[in-house]
């Protein structure tokens, strides 16, 4: 059941509105109605409303006021603008304030519905993608951590993959959004820093260090370094001895 808060400072457009909802009981009900600003933040803290129909101007706080104070304070509530023709600039301004609709009056009853049921429906999408978006970041971590731990071996894409429980694909494809570099680079660059920390301390051939760091071979080992260090392993070393 949708709940639903109808405010207008005249009654007819009330009457209409809630005459109307009577008529579709079984999807909505009215669980409160106000004329005025103050009483429509009021109303809604007490109800949790799902929707709320708001004119533009009423007294005290007018609509665009109370819109930014609801979706400020309850950005799951979605607001429509109820406005005559002549406010129909004034209510396209309301936008910056993320107001989920607008009707012009007067809407018919078709037209209500059909933008209440839009609104609802966008509003149910964005939480599922907001929960899919949670979920991913959290499986991202999961890749994350286990490079941190596991970078100096041998790790294949299908390994993170499964670990993510996403598809190769879309692993590298949402990897390289988050993180704007691909994993290859990822771990790349994390083999290399150690390499150049073990440059630096340890009493160790290039060779040795390139295994110790996860890299199959020393010529693999060059060009990668080469490449993200712009010198050699050996010319690094020996700047670092200087």
Same mark, same amino acid.
């Given at each position: 059941?949708?709940?639903?808060?109808?405010?207008?400072?005249?009654?007819?457009?009330?009457?209409? $509105?809630? =005459?109307?909802? /009577?008529?579709?009981? #079984? &999807?909505?009900?009215?669980?409160?109605?106000?004329? +005025?600003?103050?009483? !429509?933040?009021?109303?809604?803290?007490?109800?949790?409303?799902?929707?709320?129909?708001?004119?533009?101007?009423?007294?005290?706080?007018?609509?665009?006021?109370?819109?930014?104070?609801?979706?400020?304070?309850?950005?799951?509530?979605?607001?429509?603008?109820?406005?005559?023709?002549?406010?129909?600039?004034?209510?396209?301004?309301?936008?910056?304030?993320?107001?989920?609709?607008?009707?012009?009056?007067?809407?018919?009853?078709?037209?209500?519905?059909?933008?209440?049921?839009?609104? $609802?429906? =966008?509003?149910? /999408?964005?939480?599922? #993608? &907001?929960?899919?978006?949670?979920?991913?970041?959290? +499986?991202?971590?999961? !890749?994350?951590?286990?490079?941190?731990?596991?970078?100096?071996?041998?790790?294949?894409?299908?390994?993170?993959?499964?670990?993510?429980?996403?598809?190769?694909?879309?692993?590298?494809?949402?990897?390289?959004?988050?993180?704007?570099?691909?994993?290859?680079?990822?771990?790349?660059?994390?083999?290399?820093?150690?390499?150049?920390?073990?440059?630096?301390?340890?009493?160790?051939?290039?060779?040795?260090?390139?295994?110790?760091?996860?890299?199959?071979?020393?010529?693999?080992?060059?060009?990668?370094?080469?490449?993200?260090?712009?010198?050699?392993?050996?010319?690094?070393?020996?700047?670092?001895?200087?």
């Amino acid at each position: 059941m949708v709940k639903v808060i109808i405010a207008d400072d005249e009654v007819i457009e009330i009457e209409y $509105l809630h =005459k109307m909802f /009577r008529k579709h009981s #079984e &999807e909505f009900h009215v669980v409160g109605t106000a004329s +005025n600003g103050e009483e !429509v933040l009021r109303i809604v803290e007490e109800t949790n409303p799902d929707v709320i129909i708001l004119d533009i101007c009423m007294p005290g706080k007018d609509g665009l006021e109370v819109a930014e104070e609801v979706k400020r304070r309850f950005p799951d509530i979605c607001v429509i603008l109820n406005t005559a023709f002549a406010e129909f600039e004034f209510a396209r301004k309301a936008i910056e304030y993320q107001v989920d609709a607008y009707l012009l009056k007067p809407a018919s009853e078709t037209f209500i519905i059909e933008t209440i049921k839009k609104c $609802l429906k =966008k509003k149910k /999408r964005e939480e599922i #993608e &907001e929960r899919e978006e949670e979920l991913g970041n959290q +499986n991202l971590d999961c !890749v994350i951590n286990y490079i941190e731990r596991h970078y100096n071996e041998s790790i294949s894409l299908k390994e993170l993959a499964n670990i993510a429980h996403f598809s190769p694909t879309y692993l590298s494809r949402m990897f390289n959004q988050e993180m704007g570099c691909t994993l290859c680079n990822y771990v790349n660059k994390k083999r290399i820093d150690n390499a150049k920390r073990l440059l630096i301390k340890a009493e160790r051939s290039i060779q040795e260090i390139a295994m110790e760091c996860g890299f199959i071979n020393i010529s693999h080992f060059n060009r990668v370094f080469k490449n993200l260090v712009g010198k050699s392993p050996m010319e690094y070393k020996k700047e670092s001895e200087k």
